[in-house]
């Protein structure tokens, strides 16, 4: 059994982390800290078999903080986030603390004042399960072939214009 609180990110969520780190996260040096050991500690899962109960972005997911009712937000980059719209943003210690685990698990999150208690309860919906469900290819595969163009024949004669144009002027 595969220890739930071992983070598991797709290439393109590992990627969201380096631009997250590259440009956003200098001027927040525990947030920087916390995508480093994320970084560190995760399996990145390239084979497209995800596991239907693992946080990526797009996923709404069911969570509880501490003693509080739970909670379904939507996990987004920072550029998607809408306050008050069910989101929570990828470039925060919540956000950076959800990606990447299983339905199950419970982490820390040092928020610097206090640690609080995160707990994933549940997801209502993860992007790559719902493509692998809809068979749908990832975007990034290249065909191993590529169909052959179909060169098409005219089915009239070409028609010859013998006006020289300006040059003859």
Same mark, same amino acid.
């Given at each position: 059994?595969?220890?739930?609180?071992?983070?598991?990110l797709?290439?393109?969520?590992?990627?969201?982390?380096?631009?997250?780190?590259?440009?956003?996260?200098?001027?927040?040096?525990?947030?920087? +800290?916390?995508?480093?050991?994320?970084?560190?500690?995760?399996?990145?899962?390239?084979?497209?078999?995800?596991?239907?109960?693992?946080?990526?972005?797009?996923?709404?997911?069911?969570?509880?903080?501490?003693?509080?009712?739970?909670?379904?937000?939507?996990?987004?980059?920072?550029?998607?986030?809408?306050?008050?719209?069910?989101?929570?943003?990828?470039?925060?210690?919540?956000?950076?603390?959800?990606?990447?685990?299983?339905?199950?698990?419970?982490?820390?999150?040092?928020l610097?004042s206090?640690?609080? +208690?995160?707990?994933?309860? #549940?997801l209502?919906?993860?992007?790559?399960?719902?493509?692998?469900?809809?068979? #749908?290819?990832?975007?990034?595969?290249?065909?191993?072939?590529?169909p052959?163009?179909?060169?098409?024949?005219? +089915?009239?004669?070409p028609?010859?214009?013998? #006006?020289?144009?300006?040059?003859?002027?």
């Amino acid at each position: 059994m595969q220890n739930s609180n071992v983070p598991i990110l797709t290439p393109r969520d590992f990627a969201i982390l380096e631009t997250l780190l590259a440009e956003h996260a200098g001027n927040n040096d525990r947030l920087a +800290t916390a995508i480093r050991r994320k970084q560190e500690v995760c399996l990145v899962h390239y084979d497209g078999n995800l596991p239907n109960d693992v946080v990526t972005l797009g996923s709404r997911l069911i969570f509880r903080i501490d003693d509080h009712p739970q909670v379904e937000r939507r996990l987004v980059e920072p550029r998607h986030h809408v306050p008050g719209q069910g989101c929570q943003s990828i470039a925060t210690m919540r956000g950076i603390a959800m990606l990447g685990l299983r339905v199950g698990a419970k982490v820390g999150v040092d928020l610097g004042s206090r640690v609080e +208690t995160l707990e994933i309860l #549940d997801l209502a919906y993860q992007p790559q399960a719902e493509a692998a469900a809809n068979h #749908d290819p990832s975007p990034h595969v290249i065909p191993a072939w590529w169909p052959e163009p179909v060169i098409s024949k005219p +089915t009239t004669k070409p028609v010859f214009d013998d #006006d020289p144009g300006p040059t003859a002027a």
